[in-house]
């Protein structure tokens, strides 16, 4: 039997949880050209569907960090977790969806404000607790984190005043209290379904 990290935690899809949810993975990755291509090809030859995917390095040399979003069932997901963990590039995965997390995104949206709109402008943007990073006559560029949904939120109301160019990040995620997800995958200790569609 195969093994992954999804063995410790409860298994989801126990009547309390909807059928598909947006998962949330976090990946250590060797910090290597073409590793991101192949995780990208992992999903596109299983027709999995990435909602976003955020990379960056770590503290650790030669480590890089993914968090990967994606809509699935609970089977689908630990079959996504299975499959990159046979990537050579792979070190560690961690489906975090069910943990306790802090999860940021982040956006820069350049808005119209002339004289006129300017003063509401800023009063939104302070109500968000977002922050002006660039003034121009005509514009301003606003800089703001936090979960999808308030940066949804802020997209909404600045919409009205014309949105002129706008940038977001995919989801980085992290899990609260004192422990951290190792990169060393000697300590990982899982399974996976043995369904007929493990691969």
Request: hydrophobic residues 45%; aromatic residues 4%; neutral net charge.
């Amino acid at each position: 039997m195969t093994t992954t990290a999804a063995a410790s935690r409860p298994a989801p899809g126990n009547g309390k949880q909807p059928a598909r949810a947006l998962h949330t993975f976090v990946a250590y990755v060797e910090d290597k050209p073409g590793v991101l291509a192949r995780v990208a090809s992992l999903f596109r030859r299983r027709a999995y569907n990435i909602d976003s995917l955020t990379v960056g390095r770590t503290d650790v040399p030669g480590v890089s960090r993914m968090t990967i979003v994606m809509e699935a069932d609970a089977t689908t997901a630990r079959l996504v977790e299975a499959n990159l963990y046979k990537l050579v590039n792979v070190l560690r995965v961690e489906d975090v969806t069910y943990e306790p997390t802090v999860t940021r995104d982040l956006a820069l949206i350049k808005v119209r404000a002339d004289a006129s709109s300017r003063a509401q402008v800023l009063q939104i943007v302070e109500v968000f607790r977002a922050r002006v990073v660039d003034v121009a006559p005509e514009a301003l560029i606003v800089e703001i984190t936090g979960t999808e949904d308030k940066l949804q939120g802020l997209v909404d109301v600045l919409r009205p005043f014309g949105i002129i160019e706008m940038v977001r990040t995919g989801s980085v995620a992290m899990t609260r209290g004192a422990d951290a997800i190792p990169v060393d995958p000697t300590f990982v200790h899982a399974r996976v379904p043995t369904n007929g569609n493990g691969e």
